[in-house]
RNA sequence: GGUCCGUUCGUCUAGGGGUUAGGACACCAGAUUUUCAUUCUGGCAACACGGGUUCGAUUCCCGUACGGACUACCA
C-alpha cells in the first residue's frame, strides 16, 4: 500500500467551519493511523474573497483541537510552497498541456455572452443551460475561431479562460470509499473553467495538480464535491495521471439541529452554540462570533464529539481519547447520511472529559475567573472548592457561577425558601451553631457535622428541617455542594459572621 | 427543472434475510443524596411508503415520497 498522504485544503474565506474541523479531523486520524503525513494546503486562489487574518486562524484553531500538521505553509515540506497562490505558475504548465493534447481549449466569451447562452438554452425545455458539448461550438473559443485570431486575441491581451473539453457522451465513474460507485454522464457535466482570467486557476485545476503533485493518496473531503468528482476523474484521465488518482471519501454533511440543511453561523447563532472553534472577529462587521474554546468546551471532549458525529467504532465505548480515536477510526465505518448537530451530546462530552481533570487542574480554570473578578484565593482552597463542584458542572466557567458564594458572602436570600423553612426552629439551631462554630478552631466537615448534630440533638429538632435554612442562611440559595464541606471551605468565621447576619436580616421570628 | 447522494427511537447511531431491533444523548419515573447535582434502577421511543424476490425482509431489488448537495471565471 502506497503511504498515506492526505491533506486538508480550506480555503482562507472566513474562520474555520466546525464542519471543516471535523473534516481536518477524519483527515488527521486517517494519517496518524497508518503512519502517514497530515498536509495543509491553503486554497486562496480566489483573491476575491480572501479574508485577512483566515490562514492564521485555521492553523491556530488546528492546533488547538490537537490536529497535527506534517506539512503546509509556514511548516515546509518535500511539496512546497503550500499556498496554491504561491504555485500559480505550476497551474498553467498543466492547463497549456491539456489544450496541446486537445483536452482543454480558450474561451473568449465575456459574461454577457455566457449569460445570453444560457438563457438562451432556458427557453429550449429539458436542456441543461450549460457550457458544454452542446453548446461550446456556438461560443467564442479556440474551437470555434481560427488560429490566427486566436494568437491575435490573446497577444491583444483579450481576457480568456481555459476550459476541460468533456466530452459528449460517456460514462464517468468513480469508486468512493464511503459511497461505493458513483457514476455520471459526461453530458452532465460541463466545460468547467480550468483557468480563471487573472491567470489563477479554479479549484477543479488546483486540487488536481496539487493533489496528484503532493502525492496525496486519499481525498477526504465534504459531499458538496461530489458532483464534481467525476469530473476530477476526467481531469486526471487527461492528465496522465489515472493511475496515481487518490482514493476518495466523500464526507456526509453535517445539518443543522432543527429541520434540514447544512448546518450554518445563522443555526449556530439561533440556538446559541458557536460554530467555530476560536472566537472569530470578522474583519468587515468587526463582528464577535464566540468560539468553541472560549465558551468553555475542551478540544478533546470537542473532538470526541466531532468524530462521532458520521463515524463509529462500532463498538459502545462512547469515550475515545485522541490516541484510540486514531487506532479505531476505519474510513468505511463513517455513515453516508448527514447527521444533525446536536449541541447537547457535545455538553455531556464536555461534562464528561471536564470530570475527568484532577482538583488541582479545574482549579487552574477557577483561579483564572477569579483574577478576572479580581478576588485573590489562594491554590489549596480553589482545589477545594473546584473538588466540592465537580459533579455539577458543564463548562468550567460553571464553577465561578455555581461556586459565587465562597467568595461573596450573600446579601439576599432565597425567598422561597426563606418563607418555607426559616422558622422558631431553624433560628434556633442556627443561633446555637452560629456560637458553637465561632469558638472553634479548625472547621472541617467532620467538625461541622458533629456541632450541628450536637446542636440538633440537643434542641431535639430533625436535621432535615433546618438543613435548607442552614444553606440559604450561608449561601443565599436554595441548593449546591454538600454544605458541610461548604462550612469547612468558608471557615468558622465566615460561617458564623453570615450566620449572624442571617439572623439579624431575616430576624430571630 | 436537471444530475448526484441519502432515509433505523426526538438526536447520534449499532445491526442485518428468521433478533425481545442493541447502545449513547435528551426526556420521564423511582432509589440514594436531609437540597440541588452526581450515581443507580427502570421507562418512553425507530427500521419513510408501495411493490417485488423469498418459506420468511427492517435487511436484497425496483419504484414512490421526503430530505440534502451540486448546478459560477467560489471553494
Same mark, same amino acid.
Given at each position: 500500500?502506497?503511504?498515506?498522504?492526505?491533506?486538508?485544503?480550506?480555503?482562507?474565506?472566513?474562520?474555520?467551519?466546525?464542519?471543516?474541523?471535523?473534516?481536518?479531523?477524519?483527515?488527521?486520524?486517517?494519517?496518524?493511523?497508518?503512519?502517514?503525513?497530515?498536509?495543509?494546503?491553503?486554497?486562496?486562489?480566489?483573491?476575491?474573497?480572501?479574508?485577512?487574518?483566515?490562514?492564521?486562524?485555521?492553523?491556530?484553531?488546528?492546533?488547538?483541537?490537537?490536529?497535527?500538521?506534517?506539512?503546509?505553509?509556514?511548516?515546509?515540506?518535500?511539496?512546497?510552497?503550500?499556498?496554491?497562490?504561491?504555485? !500559480?505558475?505550476?497551474?498553467?504548465?498543466?492547463?497549456?498541456?491539456?489544450?496541446?493534447?486537445?483536452?482543454?481549449?480558450?474561451?473568449?466569451?465575456?459574461?454577457?455572452?455566457?449569460?445570453?447562452?444560457?438563457?438562451?438554452?432556458?427557453?429550449?425545455?429539458?436542456?441543461?443551460?450549460?457550457?458544454?458539448?452542446?453548446?461550446?461550438?456556438?461560443? !467564442?473559443?479556440?474551437?470555434?475561431?481560427?488560429?490566427?485570431?486566436? /494568437?491575435?486575441?490573446?497577444?491583444?491581451? /483579450?481576457?480568456?479562460?481555459?476550459?476541460?473539453?468533456?466530452?459528449?457522451?460517456?460514462?464517468?465513474?468513480?469508486?468512493?470509499?464511503?459511497?461505493? !460507485?458513483?457514476?455520471?454522464?459526461?453530458?452532465?457535466?460541463?466545460?468547467?473553467?480550468?483557468? !480563471?482570467?487573472?491567470?489563477?486557476?479554479?479549484?477543479?485545476?488546483?486540487?488536481?495538480?496539487?493533489?496528484?503533485?503532493?502525492?496525496?493518496?486519499?481525498?477526504?473531503?465534504?459531499?458538496?464535491?461530489?458532483?464534481?468528482?467525476?469530473?476530477?476523474?476526467?481531469?486526471?484521465?487527461?492528465?496522465?495521471?489515472?493511475?496515481?488518482?487518490?482514493?476518495?471519501?466523500?464526507?456526509?454533511?453535517?445539518?443543522?439541529?432543527?429541520?434540514?440543511?447544512?448546518?450554518?453561523?445563522?443555526?449556530?447563532?439561533?440556538?446559541?452554540?458557536?460554530?467555530?472553534?476560536?472566537?472569530?472577529?470578522?474583519?468587515?462587521?468587526?463582528?464577535?462570533?464566540?468560539?468553541?474554546?472560549?465558551?468553555?468546551?475542551?478540544?478533546?471532549?470537542?473532538?470526541?464529539?466531532?468524530?462521532?458525529?458520521?463515524?463509529?467504532?462500532?463498538?459502545?465505548?462512547?469515550?475515545?481519547?485522541?490516541?484510540?480515536?486514531? @487506532?479505531?477510526?476505519?474510513?468505511?465505518?463513517?455513515?453516508?447520511?448527514?447527521?444533525?448537530?446536536?449541541?447537547?451530546?457535545?455538553?455531556?462530552?464536555?461534562?464528561?472529559?471536564?470530570?475527568?481533570?484532577?482538583?488541582?487542574?479545574?482549579?487552574?480554570?477557577?483561579?483564572? /475567573?477569579?483574577?478576572?473578578?479580581?478576588?485573590?484565593?489562594?491554590?489549596?482552597?480553589?482545589?477545594?472548592?473546584?473538588?466540592?463542584?465537580?459533579?455539577?458542572?458543564?463548562?468550567?466557567?460553571?464553577?465561578?457561577?455555581?461556586?459565587?458564594?465562597?467568595?461573596?458572602?450573600?446579601?439576599?436570600?432565597?425567598?422561597?425558601?426563606?418563607?418555607?423553612?426559616?422558622?422558631?426552629?431553624?433560628?434556633?439551631?442556627? @443561633?446555637?451553631?452560629?456560637?458553637?462554630?465561632?469558638?472553634?478552631?479548625?472547621?472541617?466537615?467532620?467538625?461541622?457535622?458533629?456541632?450541628?448534630?450536637?446542636?440538633?440533638?440537643?434542641?431535639?429538632?430533625?436535621?432535615?428541617?433546618?438543613?435548607?435554612?442552614?444553606?440559604?442562611?450561608?449561601?443565599?440559595?436554595?441548593?449546591?455542594?454538600?454544605?458541610?464541606?461548604?462550612?469547612?471551605?468558608?471557615?468558622?468565621?465566615?460561617?458564623?459572621?453570615?450566620?449572624?447576619?442571617?439572623?439579624?436580616?431575616?430576624?430571630?421570628?
Amino acid at each position: 500500500m502506497r503511504e498515506v498522504r492526505v491533506r486538508f485544503a480550506p480555503s482562507p474565506t472566513g474562520a474555520l467551519h466546525i464542519g471543516g474541523v471535523r473534516t481536518a479531523l477524519y483527515n488527521f486520524l486517517l494519517a496518524r493511523k497508518h503512519q502517514g503525513k497530515m498536509i495543509l494546503r491553503i486554497e486562496d486562489t480566489d483573491q476575491n474573497r480572501y479574508v485577512l487574518g483566515a490562514e492564521e486562524y485555521i492553523k491556530e484553531a488546528l492546533s488547538w483541537v490537537g490536529i497535527e500538521l506534517d506539512e503546509g505553509p509556514d511548516i515546509g515540506g518535500p511539496y512546497a510552497p503550500y499556498r496554491q497562490s504561491e504555485r !500559480k505558475t505550476i497551474y498553467s504548465e498543466y492547463a497549456k498541456r491539456l489544450i496541446e493534447n486537445g483536452h482543454a481549449y480558450y474561451a473568449f466569451d465575456n459574461t454577457e455572452e455566457l449569460e445570453a447562452m444560457r438563457n438562451r438554452l432556458k427557453e429550449k425545455k429539458g436542456a441543461n443551460p450549460q457550457y458544454d458539448s452542446t453548446t461550446r461550438m456556438e461560443m !467564442k473559443n479556440s474551437l470555434t475561431l481560427s488560429k490566427e485570431e486566436v /494568437d491575435k486575441r490573446i497577444k491583444a491581451g /483579450d481576457h480568456f479562460v481555459i476550459r476541460l473539453k468533456v466530452p459528449a457522451s460517456e460514462e464517468v465513474e468513480l469508486n468512493d470509499l464511503i459511497r461505493g !460507485k458513483v457514476v455520471v454522464h459526461s453530458s452532465q457535466i460541463d466545460d468547467k473553467v480550468l483557468m !480563471k482570467s487573472d491567470g489563477m486557476p479554479t479549484y477543479h485545476l488546483a486540487n488536481v495538480v496539487d493533489d496528484y503533485l503532493m502525492k496525496i493518496s486519499h481525498v477526504i473531503r465534504g459531499e458538496e464535491w461530489l458532483p464534481s468528482a467525476p469530473l476530477h476523474v476526467l481531469t486526471y484521465r487527461y492528465l496522465g495521471w489515472e493511475k496515481e488518482m487518490p482514493a476518495f471519501a466523500h464526507l456526509p454533511l453535517l445539518l443543522k439541529p432543527d429541520g434540514n440543511g447544512k448546518l450554518s453561523k445563522r443555526d449556530a447563532d439561533q440556538m446559541g452554540f458557536p460554530i467555530f472553534p476560536l472566537n472569530w472577529t470578522d474583519p468587515k462587521t468587526n463582528e464577535l462570533a464566540e468560539g468553541f474554546k472560549e465558551r468553555g468546551y475542551l478540544p478533546e471532549a470537542l473532538i470526541n464529539f466531532l468524530a462521532f458525529l458520521g463515524w463509529n467504532p462500532g463498538t459502545e465505548q462512547e469515550l475515545f481519547s485522541v490516541e484510540e480515536l486514531i @487506532s479505531a477510526f476505519e474510513l468505511e465505518r463513517i455513515g453516508k447520511a448527514g447527521a444533525k448537530f446536536d449541541i447537547q451530546k457535545a455538553k455531556w462530552y464536555n461534562q464528561q472529559y471536564l470530570r475527568a481533570k484532577t482538583d488541582e487542574e479545574l482549579a487552574r480554570y477557577l483561579l483564572h /475567573d477569579l483574577k478576572e473578578l479580581g478576588i485573590v484565593c489562594d491554590k489549596e482552597k480553589a482545589a477545594s472548592i473546584a473538588n466540592a463542584l465537580r459533579e455539577r458542572i458543564t463548562f468550567p466557567s460553571d464553577m465561578i457561577e455555581l461556586g459565587r458564594f465562597f467568595f461573596i458572602a450573600p446579601e439576599t436570600f432565597d425567598e422561597k425558601i426563606a418563607a418555607k423553612k426559616w422558622n422558631d426552629e431553624a433560628v434556633a439551631v442556627i @443561633s446555637s451553631l452560629k456560637d458553637e462554630i465561632a469558638i472553634i478552631e479548625n472547621l472541617t466537615a467532620e467538625a461541622a457535622a458533629s456541632i450541628l448534630e450536637q446542636v440538633t440533638a440537643r434542641l431535639a429538632i430533625p436535621q432535615g428541617k433546618i438543613m435548607q435554612a442552614l444553606r440559604m442562611a450561608l449561601t443565599g440559595g436554595a441548593s449546591g455542594p454538600d454544605l458541610m464541606i461548604t462550612m469547612a471551605i468558608l471557615g468558622n468565621h465566615e460561617v458564623s459572621t453570615r450566620l449572624d447576619y442571617a439572623l439579624k436580616t431575616l430576624g430571630r421570628k
